[in-house]
C-alpha cells in the first residue's frame, strides 16, 4: 500500500484524532444522554477535464495498450469539487448530498455569472470560482456558509454537528473557525498527508486502528466505540 507519509506518522495522527473523538463523545454524552453525536466530514478534491492520457487506461488482455487522444490544454483545466460524508448517512435518496464546485475563472467575472444562471446547476450544487482553480480560505468559508444548517440556540446545541476538516491552510484560519463556531458546530482537525493514493480507503483505516493497538477498551465500549474495540 503506497500512502503519502509514513505509517509511523498515520498512526500518531489517527491516535490523536481518535483520542479527540473519544473525549468529544464523551462530553457530548454528558451534555445529551441518549443521544448519538454527528460527524461531517469535508474535503475538496481537485479535478482536471481533461486527463485520460495521463492515467491508466483498460484494455483486452494480451492486446496491446489503447491510445488516448485528448486536448492536452485541457489536462491543464483544473476545477476542484468539495464533498461531505455525514455519519448519519443521506437520509433523502432522492436529492443527493450538498456539493460545491469550484472552477478556475476570475471572482465577479462573467464566467460566474454565467455558470449561476445556467438551468442545470441543480439547488443542492454550488458553484464558485478561483483564479487558480484551487480554495482559498474565504472560498471554503462560502461554502461552509452555504453548506453547514445553523443551529438556532442552546436549546438545539443537540443538533451541532462536529465538522472534520484536515490541515490544507485553507481550513487553518480564523475565519473558518468562526464561521463553524457562529453556525453553533465544534470544529475539529485530522493529520493532513494520511490519504490512501493507491488503496481502498476502508481497508487504510481499519489498518491503522488496528495498528494502534488503542489500550483503554472499556472506556472505548463505555461511550459508544465497541465497533472498533473488538
Given at each position: 500500500?503506497?500512502?503519502?507519509?509514513?505509517?509511523?506518522?498515520?498512526?500518531?495522527?489517527?491516535?490523536?484524532?481518535?483520542?479527540?473523538?473519544?473525549?468529544?463523545?464523551?462530553?457530548?454524552?454528558?451534555?445529551?444522554?441518549?443521544?448519538?453525536?454527528?460527524?461531517?466530514?469535508?474535503?475538496?478534491?481537485?479535478?482536471?477535464?481533461?486527463?485520460?492520457?495521463?492515467?491508466?487506461?483498460?484494455?483486452?488482455?494480451?492486446?496491446?495498450?489503447?491510445?488516448?487522444?485528448?486536448?492536452?490544454?485541457?489536462?491543464?483545466?483544473?476545477?476542484?469539487?468539495?464533498?461531505?460524508?455525514?455519519?448519519?448517512?443521506?437520509?433523502?435518496?432522492?436529492?443527493?448530498?450538498?456539493?460545491?464546485?469550484?472552477?478556475?475563472?476570475?471572482?465577479?467575472?462573467?464566467?460566474?455569472?454565467?455558470?449561476?444562471?445556467?438551468?442545470?446547476?441543480?439547488?443542492?450544487?454550488?458553484?464558485?470560482?478561483?483564479?487558480?482553480?484551487?480554495?482559498?480560505?474565504?472560498?471554503?468559508v462560502e461554502a461552509l456558509e452555504w453548506?453547514?444548517?445553523?443551529?438556532?440556540?442552546?436549546?438545539?446545541?443537540?443538533?451541532?454537528?462536529?465538522?472534520?476538516?484536515?490541515?490544507?491552510?485553507?481550513?487553518?484560519?480564523?475565519?473558518?473557525?468562526?464561521?463553524?463556531?457562529?453556525?453553533?458546530?465544534?470544529?475539529?482537525?485530522?493529520?493532513?498527508?494520511?490519504?490512501?493514493?493507491?488503496?481502498?480507503?476502508?481497508?487504510?483505516?481499519?489498518?491503522?486502528?488496528?495498528?494502534?493497538?488503542?489500550?483503554?477498551?472499556?472506556?472505548?465500549?463505555?461511550?459508544?466505540?465497541?465497533?472498533?474495540?473488538?
Amino acid at each position: 500500500m503506497q500512502m503519502k507519509v509514513s505509517w509511523q506518522k498515520i498512526t500518531r495522527r489517527v491516535r490523536v484524532l481518535l483520542t479527540n473523538i473519544f473525549r468529544l463523545r464523551a462530553f457530548f454524552d454528558i451534555c445529551h444522554p441518549g443521544c448519538q453525536p454527528r460527524f461531517l466530514s469535508l474535503d475538496q478534491k481537485p479535478s482536471w477535464f481533461n486527463n485520460a492520457g495521463l492515467t491508466d487506461t483498460y484494455g483486452r488482455k494480451g492486446c496491446r495498450a489503447p491510445h488516448v487522444r485528448e486536448n492536452f490544454a485541457h489536462t491543464r483545466q483544473r476545477y476542484t469539487i468539495l464533498t461531505g460524508v455525514p455519519s448519519w448517512g443521506h437520509e433523502d435518496p432522492d436529492v443527493p448530498p450538498k456539493v460545491a464546485i469550484l472552477f478556475k475563472a476570475k471572482p465577479g467575472g462573467r464566467t460566474i455569472t454565467r455558470l449561476r444562471a445556467c438551468e442545470g446547476v441543480k439547488p443542492w450544487m454550488k458553484i464558485q470560482v478561483q483564479e487558480n482553480g484551487s480554495y482559498r480560505s474565504q472560498d471554503v468559508v462560502e461554502a461552509l456558509e452555504w453548506m453547514l444548517p445553523q443551529v438556532p440556540d442552546a436549546e438545539h446545541s443537540r443538533d451541532s454537528m462536529i465538522v472534520l476538516l484536515d490541515w490544507f491552510s485553507g481550513h487553518l484560519t480564523e475565519e473558518v473557525a468562526d464561521l463553524v463556531k457562529r453556525k453553533g458546530h465544534v470544529l475539529l482537525f485530522h493529520g493532513g498527508r494520511v490519504h490512501p493514493v493507491h488503496s481502498n480507503q476502508r481497508y487504510a483505516s481499519s489498518r491503522v486502528v488496528g495498528e494502534l493497538a488503542y489500550p483503554d477498551r472499556e472506556r472505548m465500549e463505555a461511550i459508544g466505540t465497541g465497533a472498533l474495540a473488538r
